[in-house]
């Protein structure tokens, strides 16, 4: 068995497992900064706050990645769009499909060269026959 403080040592020490993880990306991300951009970009260099600053910047605006909890991009939109997809009639999905086909497969095929096929055709434009 384990003792019964395992779980409130375990906790103490997450906090510090996070700074040091943030420590050290913002270390990353500062001398990758300091060594790139100014010789490229003619950028000044930062400092270690400010590397904190923007790394923290780019996981608020660009998320957390991953696919757990809270990453995994737009996974209320599928739920959304699966449940319309379940309520249509097989009619409708039939149609939906064929929509969706000319839309998204048709698309390369607008300035691929293929036959009859030219800038000013739109992708809608094609029918399965051209697929």
Same mark, same amino acid.
């Given at each position: 068995?384990?003792?019964?403080?395992?779980?409130?040592?375990k906790?103490?020490l997450?906090p510090?497992?996070?700074?040091?993880?943030?420590?050290l990306?913002?270390?990353?991300v500062m001398?990758?900064w300091n060594?790139l951009l100014?010789?490229?970009?003619?950028? %000044?260099t930062?400092t270690?706050w400010q *590397?904190m600053g923007i790394f923290?910047? $780019?996981k608020?605006?660009?998320? &957390?990645?991953g696919?757990g909890?809270f990453?995994?991009g737009?996974?209320?939109m599928r739920d959304?769009?699966?449940?319309?997809?379940?309520?249509m009639e097989? %009619?409708?999905?039939?149609?939906?499909? *064929?929509?969706m086909?000319?839309?998204? $497969?048709?698309w390369g095929?607008r &300035?691929?060269?293929?036959p009859g096929?030219?800038?000013e055709?739109?992708?809608?434009?094609f029918t399965?026959?051209?697929?």
């Amino acid at each position: 068995m384990r003792p019964r403080n395992f779980n409130k040592k375990k906790l103490f020490l997450i906090p510090f497992g996070i700074a040091a993880c943030l420590s050290l990306v913002s270390y990353i991300v500062m001398q990758l900064w300091n060594h790139l951009l100014p010789d490229i970009l003619h950028a %000044g260099t930062i400092t270690f706050w400010q *590397a904190m600053g923007i790394f923290i910047l $780019c996981k608020i605006l660009f998320g &957390f990645g991953g696919r757990g909890k809270f990453g995994g991009g737009n996974h209320w939109m599928r739920d959304r769009m699966a449940e319309r997809f379940r309520n249509m009639e097989p %009619g409708e999905r039939e149609k939906f499909r *064929a929509e969706m086909k000319d839309r998204m $497969c048709g698309w390369g095929r607008r &300035f691929s060269g293929a036959p009859g096929s030219g800038p000013e055709k739109s992708a809608s434009s094609f029918t399965n026959d051209q697929l």
